[in-house]
């Protein structure tokens, strides 16, 4: 059985960053509530995902060493394509120079830990090199005017090319669950904005969370021990200390990036894994759990053993 592996990684946020403070001047807000409440400080805003994939996609393959002619298969996770079509899938496999085929995928924050566990299956079906893309631009679909929602959301991507191997699997275990019961709790209608009930978002994130892990772990045949970093869905502090503290990991074993970030949906995971990679926190042959949660409702946990080539 032929597996995957992550060869290249990349991410991209858009240049404008806006602070707290600026906030505050926006909603009636203060920089110490959303800190406090989320832990984040700043996000990036004035985001495209067409743009942003396509600078982070570049990268990835860069740092691969690949050739865009030789990807087999683009997928790219977001809840926010640039037109309801064509897929921003096509116009980044065109900008790219790719010439295979590409879709997008939308299991919203969950979208990133989806799109890798397909991209492996895709692998295990024969091909050799896909481009996995993980961006959202939320600024574009927040209501400006509602302080209980505005305060959470940046833009941003991430990316990775996943190759075959003919080594060990790098894909242990995973799990993908929906519970479409709940889909009212956090939506966006077409042409809306994101409406939310937060308190309830956050119980059930809690609870998603531990779940997908729990389950990802046990198929994988490993427990929390094994685990050297979790790279959960960057949403909200508390929601990743509670979940955490269910798992009964310790925080300092967490990649934590939505200080600077905010919540991005299907690009926090990447943003997180890329930031823990480039400060040295993960090692060759480290067992990293993936966990995500978000609108849907969506969760997705994968186990991952971190297997790049030697540079
Ligand atoms: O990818 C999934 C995306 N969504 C999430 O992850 C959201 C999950 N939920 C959360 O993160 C939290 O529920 C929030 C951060 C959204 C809210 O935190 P909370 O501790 O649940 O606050 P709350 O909704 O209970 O509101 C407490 C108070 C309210 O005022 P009153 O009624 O007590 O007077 C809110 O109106 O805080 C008020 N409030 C704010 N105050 C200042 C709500 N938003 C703000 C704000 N600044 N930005």
Redesign the pocket.
């Known amino acids: 059985m032929p597996h995957g592996r992550i060869t290249g990684w990349a991410t991209h946020l858009p240049e404008k960053v806006l602070t707290n403070d600026e906030l505050a001047g926006i909603?009636?807000?203060?920089d110490e509530?959303?800190r406090e409440?989320?832990g984040i400080s700043s996000r990036h805003v004035g985001g495209i995902v067409t743009t942003m994939s396509t600078e982070a996609g570049k990268s990835a393959l860069a740092m691969a060493g690949v050739a865009p002619e030789d990807i087999d298969l683009l997928l790219l996770a977001t809840t926010t394509s640039d037109q309801r079509f064509p897929a921003s899938a096509s116009v980044v496999q065109h900008s790219l120079g790719l010439t295979c085929g590409a879709m997008d995928l939308n299991a919203?924050?969950s979208g990133f830990v989806y799109g890798l566990v397909t991209a492996m299956q895709y692998i295990e079906g024969g091909l050799d090199r896909v481009l996995l893309i993980g961006a959202d631009a939320l600024s574009g679909i927040v209501d400006w005017e509602d302080?209980?929602?505005c305060?959470?959301f940046g833009d941003g991507a991430g990316a990775v090319v996943i190759e075959r191997s003919a080594d060990e699997p790098t894909l242990l275990g995973w799990d993908l669950m929906s519970d479409g019961s709940t889909a009212g709790i956090?939506y966006c209608d077409h042409g809306g904005n994101i409406v939310?009930n937060?308190?309830e978002?956050?119980r059930k994130?809690v609870l998603a969370m531990e779940s997908a892990a729990r389950k990802s772990m046990d198929r994988a045949g490993v427990t929390t021990d094994d685990i050297a970093l979790v790279i959960p869905?960057q949403?909200?502090v508390?929601?990743i200390e509670a979940a955490i503290k269910r798992l009964g990991l310790p925080m300092d074993r967490t990649a934590m990036v939505l200080h600077r970030t905010g919540?991005t949906?299907a690009a926090s995971i990447p943003l997180a894994m890329v930031d823990a990679i480039d400060a040295g926190r993960v090692q060759h042959g480290d067992l990293l759990l993936l966990v995500g949660?978000?609108?849907g409702m969506t969760s997705a946990a994968a186990v991952i053993r971190w297997d790049p080539p030697a540079r």
């Open positions: 909603v009636d807000t203060t509530w959303i409440r989320t919203v924050c302080r209980g929602t305060v959470l956090l939310m937060g308190q978002v956050f994130a869905h949403a909200n508390r929601i919540n949906s949660f978000g609108a």
